[in-house]
């Protein structure tokens, strides 16, 4: 249980902003250092219970754990997380109540700030089953490798919830655990999209039978609509329902910024993705994809501003790089180009969409025998893991190889990829769009004019 460390600071500087908090990670007083999971959990479950109030601003977890250690300034966390109260504490596990307790602490900082509507969330969360201990504990184990994003931490994550589940079989947020895995494998093609995306259905579905109040279920079967299902309408639906829900949930902002850049509806598209951001401001993923917005509006120079300082905060970061490549792509800046899409593969390693993209530079920019190369590689690799028809499809419109471009473009369309959501919008594939083929790609495809 919590210690006396425990507090609720406010921070006089930032009287100014509206009622916000941000909630830090415990510090960890158990002996197991394996037990950070658990305190990590149990941070986040408090920021779950406040982020479902309307009114009050939540720092994205993102953010608020980078501020994780002893020597924290105060101030300057909340200078940079735009929040105005912070919580931290210590945090030694003991007895089995844990889901309460989350839920009581939510309640007593409510109070505490004087939120007016805090009780409504009291009598919705009392109305909720409570999972029991081991079922919890697995949840948040799945939680964790969730959070990592690799294709072993998020099938370890599947497996996690899958046990929740199997302990207890109402437990929906377990199940929405199990969509945002599956969301995350289709979108990064580390597994084929029809062994991805409808599973994710399935759980989400399962998820909001079991609470109808849960905003990620939402938000993961906007990403299915949107990636898998091309249903435009359904999607923006999910996605405003997701944030309807929970207005702190920052990745229904993130994934409905990705909606509305494939619609090029790019003004919206930004401000959405900055209200992402505001809720999570350290996050290097959001503001990756406000450069991927830039790039896909054709404002390469934002893009790049927005891909270098993702790549400042963190420069392993294999997605930035793979936007910034693509970006310098464009401005004819092709061995810089190389460069970030090999930087890319050190991050991401065997990552057949940044296969797929160098291959395509050293095509487009006149290296026609290192792109053999790369579709060598890429072609033994498809006899081991998945590799996306639309890469295959981007390396010979590169090699100017149009007929065999098509070839992939239909496979890729049969394997419901994701990526051809963004056929009226990659520019990649200008040398395709003359033909009469691509216009009825397009259209199959139902993108709107």
């Known amino acids: 249980m919590p210690d006396k460390k425990d507090s609720t600071r406010k921070n006089n500087e930032y009287a100014n902003i509206d009622q916000s908090i941000a909630i830090l990670p415990f510090d960890n ?49 909340g200078r940079r997380l735009g929040v105005r109260t912070i919580l931290e504490g210590r945090f030694q596990r003991r007895g089995d109540d ?16 004087k939120l007016s509507f805090w009780e409504d969330m009291k009598q919705l969360v009392d109305k909720k089953p409570k999972p029991g201990k081991e079922a919890y504990d697995l949840y948040l184990k799945g939680r ?24 207890d079989p109402s437990f929906a947020a377990a ?18 999209p029809k062994d991805a995306f409808p599973k994710a259905l399935e759980a989400a579905t399962k998820a909001l039978e079991l609470d109808s109040t849960l905003a990620e279920p939402h938000a993961s079967l906007g990403y299915y609509r949107f990636y898998y299902d091309w249903d435009w309408a359904a999607a923006e639906q999910e996605f405003r329902m997701a944030i309807a829900l929970n207005p702190n949930y920052e990745l229904a902002y993130d994934w409905y910024g990705y909606y509305l850049t494939a619609m090029k509806r790019y003004d919206e598209a930004i401000a959405i993705f900055k209200k992402a951001a505001e809720l999570d401001p350290l ?37 930035a790089h793979l936007w910034l490549g693509r970006t310098f792509q464009q401005k004819q800046m092709f061995d810089s180009a190389i460069i970030e899409y090999k930087n890319t ?64 473009l239909n496979n ?34 139902g993108l709107p004019e």
């Not at 844990?98 to 700030?113: C, G, R, V």
């Not at 490798?145 to 929740?164: C, E, H, S, V």
């Not at 959001?286 to 905060?313: C, H, P, Q, R, V």
């Open 412 to 445: 890729a369309f049969e394997e419901r990829s994701n990526w051809l959501v963004w056929l009226k919008s990659d520019p990649r594939l200008a040398p395709l769009r003359s033909d009469k083929r691509y216009t009825e790609l397009v259209n199959k495809v």
């Open 98 to 113: 844990i889901y309460a307790l989350q839920d009581k602490i939510a309640f007593a900082i409510a109070e505490k700030l």
């Open 345 to 408: 593969l050190k991050a991401i390693v065997d990552w057949p969409v940044a296969l797929a993209a160098i291959g395509n530079v050293y095509g487009v920019s006149g290296n026609k025998i290192e792109a053999q190369k790369i579709l060598g590689t890429l072609n033994a690799l498809s006899t081991k893991k998945f590799v996306t028809s639309y890469g295959m499809a981007l390396l010979y419109t590169g090699l100017d190889e149009k007929e065999k471009a098509f070839t992939w």
């Open 144 to 167: 964790s490798y969730w959070n990592l994003r690799t294709l072993p931490d998020l099938k370890k994550g599947i497996d996690f919830f899958q046990r929740a589940i199997k302990l």
């Open 29 to 77: 007083m158990n002996d197991e250092p394996d037990q950070e999971y658990f305190n990590d959990g149990l941070a986040e479950g408090i920021h779950n219970s406040l982020a479902q109030l309307k009114g009050l601003k939540v720092s994205a977890r993102t953010s608020s754990f980078k501020f994780r250690g002893n020597n924290i300034n105060i101030k300057e966390a």
């Open 175 to 192: 199940y929405s655990g199990i969509a945002d895995c599956y969301t995350a494998l289709g979108y990064l093609s580390l597994i084929a």
């Open 283 to 319: 996050s290097v993923p959001i503001i990756t994809d406000i450069g991927f917005s830039f790039y896909y509006g054709g404002n390469y120079d934002e893009a790049i501003k927005k891909l270098k300082l993702s790549l400042e905060m963190n420069p392993g970061f294999g997605p």
